[in-house]
């Protein structure tokens, strides 16, 4: 197996990857370790201060908002969480201080990550009657490499009216996708196999060159785009110009005069594999981090049947 980042991605966390001398089980075999094997963090446990309390001005504030606890700590769930393995954090049940403990008393700086978070309503004499409290207004009492980043700081979270106070501590470990949402890192993960497009007929093409499309890179789609040989094997413009062929198919009474003058033919043996992350991962780590965890699972499948074997 081969792979190769497809030129002019990745773009933010999106990613296209070219995967060669392969099959496709073993492409769906990366499709589902990112999706349930990729371990990342995500807050897993969040203790709420309750009960009526008063703030630095003598208000008397209460802990209650708009949503109930179950809906804000889901929320908190699905923050993306900055994940960096090489921070040296391990699993709870790994965990030297905490796999032996009980589950309410597991927990230490070296498998998990605390946050928290503080928040009033708007003060009595205030104009405005709402607040809006965001991810953004959580703070991480352990290593700043794990602060929330900015571009999820403008999640909401809840709302406080006056008189109304939110506080409380999170605690995000790491985990996987198999077992909750949370710990997945990717979305729309996808394959479909490479194709290259070629010009059968150009005067009949004209009948798509005419409607004066793009590709997303700003190039002309024409005859120009095809070159010499007749062909498109640039897989983002392959891409591109495959949706542009929804202009000329069926239904658009275009049909007839397209007569199939450009067709895609199949490459074997190769995919274009594509996905994007929510964050917590850069998508090229989170592609290698699959490939590990694959690799270390048919070892161990491996030392199993040397074993049975022997």
């Not at 929330?148 to 700081?153: L, S, T």
């Not at 501590?169 to 194709?195: M, N, T």
């Not at 890179?217 to 070159?227: H, M, S």
Request: hydrophobic share 40%; glycine share 8%.
């Amino acid at each position: 197996m081969k792979t190769e980042i497809v030129q002019g991605w990745p773009q933010g966390h999106e990613i296209r990857i070219l995967i060669t001398d392969t099959d496709a089980a073993q492409v769906n075999a990366i499709r589902r370790a990112l999706i349930a094997d990729v371990p990342k963090l995500a807050i897993t446990r969040v203790d709420f201060s309750q009960g009526v309390t008063q703030d630095n001005k003598g208000e008397v504030v209460e802990s209650v908002n708009v949503l109930p606890d179950e809906v804000l700590a889901h929320r908190l769930a699905m923050i993306p969480i900055p994940t960096n393995m090489d921070e040296g954090l391990v699993f709870p049940d790994a965990c030297e201080n905490c796999k032996d403990v009980v589950e309410k008393d597991k927990g230490c700086p070296m498998c998990q990550v605390l946050y928290t978070l503080s928040a009033r309503g708007p003060s009595a004499d205030s104009d405005e009657e709402l607040r809006t409290v965001y991810a953004g207004d959580i703070t991480t009492i352990s290593d700043p490499v794990f602060d929330i980043r900015d571009e999820h700081k403008t999640i909401p979270l809840t709302v406080l009216s006056k008189g109304q106070f939110l506080e409380f501590y999170a605690f995000a470990v790491l985990g996987r996708g198999r077992d909750h949402a949370k710990w997945s890192p990717v979305a729309a993960v996808g394959f479909r196999p490479q194709q290259v497009a070629v010009l059968k007929d150009a005067k009949a093409a004209e009948t798509l060159f005419g409607l004066g499309l793009t590709t997303t890179d700003g190039t002309p789609i024409d005859a120009k785009l095809f070159g010499k040989g007749k062909k498109v094997t640039d897989i983002n413009h392959v891409m591109d110009l495959e949706k542009a062929l929804h202009q000329v198919g069926h239904g658009t009474g275009r049909e007839a005069d397209f007569a199939e003058s450009i067709v895609m033919e199949t490459v074997d043996n190769a995919y274009v594999f594509s996905y994007e992350t929510d964050g917590s991962l850069d998508p090229v780590t989170a592609f290698n981090m699959a490939l590990d965890e694959l690799a270390g699972r048919f070892d161990t499948i491996k030392e199993q049947l040397d074993g049975a074997l022997a």
